[in-house]
């Protein structure tokens, strides 16, 4: 048995799901929306399965999800990519995130990952043979760290990962933190791997700015995105990773043996979606931080510290002024057993130097869940 999987505990959003199933807890832990999603979207799709297509489609994903992505980043990020050499359709994030470390990493290779980390890079970085370098982001800001990042490259330093924004801190890094690490990926010829996923889920006017539109970047980025985010439907795992040519072509052979296709109905659907109106992305926003407003006030009355929500679907809460005296792991668990309300530790998005006492809410809930996660919530405090 390979031991990099074996002794990986379960991930940790299953577990709190499972939980919040077993106990009827209501899950404000893995992130997902509790509507059904985009109408006009899902009805493409079931349109697709009946009418459509639904044989292997090509490998490299169908041309008009291509193209849809390539005209999508032009339009809202100014970045020209060129859909047939440049852009490739997984199976998720998650797929375009392994074929991605598999296809680049080499046994030896140090890859740089900032704390707290989303749980899927560290094993396939190790099962590809290369070594996580770990940097640890500090709350309440967590910027990315300079001198932190120059005193960890050695001349095996070949890769770092990136997310943003920032999934569970809910960060989304402001153009000096990307030009900072661009110039330090010149400087030492490192290759990005940018985990883009929430790039439509920002706040209050905020922009999210791509790593690959970061001067001297175009050629050494990987930029990963997913379907499942920019519509509120994270069960499709539809994805895109879009890098230059002599980069996706590497990838396409990870992709061809990880899943190979995607299904193509939810393909067609994904193209239509990415052409919606400016709107339809904004509508999308204000409604998120409508309910991020909704919980960040509740949990706030009832005396959590609340920390800073720019984007994604998560507001965390420091407990360390609390004086509960417990571990974020520990609260979790009291949490869904005795008042039945799923959360994530944050200390589970850390491999070395645990941040434990961060708490995760997700918020893309209806008002009438919110209301009453938070009437349970105030029983905690109360005790
Ligand atoms: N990266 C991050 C930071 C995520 O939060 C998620 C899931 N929400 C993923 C990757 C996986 O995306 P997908 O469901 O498209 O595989
Ligand atoms: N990205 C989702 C979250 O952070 C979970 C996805 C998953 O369950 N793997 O909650």
Redesign the pocket.
């Known amino acids: 048995m390979n031991r990099i999987f074996a002794d990986l505990p379960n991930?940790i959003?299953?577990v709190m799901?499972q939980a919040a199933r077993d106990l009827n807890a209501i899950n404000l832990?893995?992130?997902?929306p509790d509507d059904p999603g985009p109408l006009d979207i899902r009805e493409k799709a079931a349109d697709a399965v009946l009418n459509g297509y639904n044989q292997y489609p090509s490998m490299m994903g169908l041309p008009e999800l291509r193209q849809a992505v390539a005209a999508h980043y032009a339009h809202w990020h100014g970045v020209q990519l060129d859909a047939m050499s440049e852009v490739m359709v997984t199976s998720g994030a998650?797929e375009a995130l392994t074929g991605s470390i598999l296809g680049l990493v080499e046994p030896g290779d140090e890859v740089l990952v900032f704390q707290p980390m989303?749980?899927?890079y560290v094993p396939i970085i190790r099962a590809a043979g290369g070594v996580p370098k770990f940097l640890r982001l500090e709350p309440p800001d967590w910027r990315l760290p300079e001198e932190a990042i120059r005193a960890a490259i050695t001349p095996k330093t070949k890769y770092v990962i990136l997310n943003n924004p920032l999934?569970?801190a809910a960060v989304v890094y402001p153009r000096e933190d990307l030009e900072m690490l661009g110039r330090i990926c010149q400087e030492f010829d490192l290759i990005a791997i940018c985990d883009e996923?929430w790039e439509h889920v920002v706040f209050d006017g905020r922009a999210h700015i791509p790593l690959i539109a970061i001067p001297g970047m175009r050629e050494r980025t990987v930029k990963v995105g997913s379907a499942g985010k920019m519509f509120g439907l994270?069960g499709w795992k539809v994805g895109f990773v879009c890098a230059a040519p002599p980069i996706l072509r590497v990838l396409a052979k990870t992709h061809q043996f990880i899943t190979f296709t995607t299904p193509p109905s939810l393909q067609v659907a994904v193209a239509y979606g990415l052409g919606k109106p400016d709107e339809y992305f904004l509508q999308m926003r204000a409604e998120l931080a409508r309910s991020r407003d909704r919980l960040r006030a509740g949990l706030s009355a009832l005396g959590f510290p609340v920390l800073q929500s720019q984007g994604t679907?998560?507001l965390n809460v420091d407990l360390a002024s609390l004086g509960l005296n417990e571990t974020d792991e520990a609260f979790c668990k009291r949490l869904v057993h005795d008042h039945r309300v799923a959360a994530?530790p944050v200390s589970a998005f850390y491999e070395e130097n645990h941040v434990t006492s961060v708490v995760r809410f997700?918020f893309s809930k209806k008002d009438a869940t919110l209301d009453e996660a938070l009437e349970r919530l105030s029983r905690v405090v109360r005790k």
């Open positions: 991930t959003f299953d799901s832990g893995q992130g997902f998650t989303y749980d899927c999934n569970p996923v994270t679907y998560f994530i997700c």
